[in-house]
Nanobody, 115 residues
Framework: QVQLVESGGGLVQPGESHRLSCATSRSIFSLNLMGWHRQAPGKERELVASITPGGSTNYADSVKGRFTISRDNAKNTVYLEMNKLKREDTAVYYC?????????WGRGTQVTVSS
């Protein structure tokens, strides 16, 4: 069973920073790509960022320069550091991993950017 446990969602003011965490088992974390997608109301789920086991990263154009994905190998945890948050970053953020060409999702965590 693939378990991805997200934490860190909440209400944030525009311009502020916030960090999301996603923990999983060592066997999944060490071998597979990890990433974050998000889904805003009325919109399709979209890629935010991903990171390979070797540490290579990929970002959506909308978050480049503002968001940073990283991984802590000792804690089997991937992080999404979000800076200079905008109202349009409001969404449910989903941690995910790809195993044997199948994507697995966490339950999601709500991030609301509002004053």
């Amino acid at each position: 069973q693939v378990q991805l446990v997200e934490s860190g969602g909440g209400l944030v003011q525009p311009g502020e920073s916030h960090r999301l965490s996603c923990a999983t088992s060592r066997s999944i974390f060490s071998l597979n790509l990890m990433g974050w997608h998000r889904q805003a109301p009325g919109k399709e789920r979209e890629l935010v960022a991903s990171i390979t086991p070797g540490g290579s990263t990929n970002y959506a154009d909308s978050v480049k320069g503002r968001f940073t994905i990283s991984r802590d190998n000792a804690k089997n945890t991937v992080y999404l550091e979000m800076n200079k948050l905008k109202r349009e970053d409001t969404a449910v953020y989903y941690c995910n991993t790809v195993i044997a060409s199948r994507r697995y999702w966490g339950r999601g965590t709500q991030v609301t950017v509002s004053s």
